[in-house]
Every structure is written in structure tokens, then in C-alpha cells.
């Protein structure tokens, strides 16, 4: 089992920047790939960034590309998202998610994941 927790959450003006931390426990942090998935109101979760488990290999959305940047530090089983020149369109509850390697664009593909965090960002 692992667990996930998200932080970071808040809220945000248009232009801003936000980052999103996953603090992981219980099997081996490094073991595992790990992605950012995001659900707004109404809408189906979808994929954001993930990496695999060293973090040298990313993988973003083209909504997100050049702008939001995924990095992990397995000492402190930690993964973080940073946001910049974030967009109301980008406001949505962002979930953690790990699976073993390797990484994944589909949620269905995921095993663990934290309770999510809300990003609103205001226009």
C-alpha cells in the first residue's frame, strides 16, 4: 500500500504560481511512477504531468506544457508540481497518483491516490 497526501492547494489570480506537493508513505517511494491528474467541476479527471521513478523522464499535457513542471526527491518521498502562469481554466482539484514503472497518461492505469487538492484561480 502507499498513501498519498496533497498540499499546496489555494487560491490564485490569473498569472500566478502554485506548487503542489505529494507527500507519499508506506512502500517504497522510488519504486514507483508517479503522476498529476486533474478534475474540474462536471468534468472527467484527466492527465496533467507524471515522471517515472527517477525523475529524469516527464511527461505533460499539451494545456500544461512549458508551464507547469513536475520534479520528485525520493529522500524525502515527495513529488511536487510546480505551476506558473497559471489560467482560470487551469482551477480544478489536482490529485497525486503513483503505479509501478512505467509512468502512464491514463488514470485507470493508476493504483494509489491522495484526496486531492483544490486550485482556483481567479481571472
Known amino acids: 500500500q502507499v498513501q498519498l497526501v496533497e498540499s499546496g492547494g489555494g487560491l490564485v489570480q490569473a498569472g500566478g504560481s502554485l506548487r503542489l506537493s505529494c507527500a507519499a508513505s508506506?512502500?517504497?517511494?522510488?519504486?514507483?511512477?508517479m503522476g498529476w491528474f486533474r478534475q474540474a467541476p462536471g468534468k472527467e479527471r484527466v492527465f496533467v504531468a507524471a515522471?517515472?521513478?527517477?525523475?529524469?523522464?516527464?511527461y505533460y499535457a499539451d494545456s500544461v506544457k512549458g508551464r507547469f513542471t513536475v520534479s520528485r526527491d525520493n529522500a524525502k518521498n515527495t513529488v511536487y508540481l510546480q505551476m506558473n502562469s497559471l489560467k482560470p481554466e487551469d482551477t480544478a482539484v489536482y490529485y497525486c497518483?503513483?503505479?509501478?514503472?512505467?509512468?502512464?497518461?491514463?488514470?485507470?492505469?493508476?493504483?494509489?491516490w491522495g484526496q486531492g487538492t483544490q486550485v482556483t484561480v481567479s481571472s
Open positions: 497518483a503513483s503505479k509501478t514503472s512505467p509512468p502512464s497518461r491514463r488514470s485507470k492505469d493508476y493504483d494509489y
Open positions: 515522471m517515472n521513478w527517477s525523475g529524469i523522464s516527464t
Open positions: 508506506g512502500r517504497t517511494f522510488s519504486n514507483y511512477a
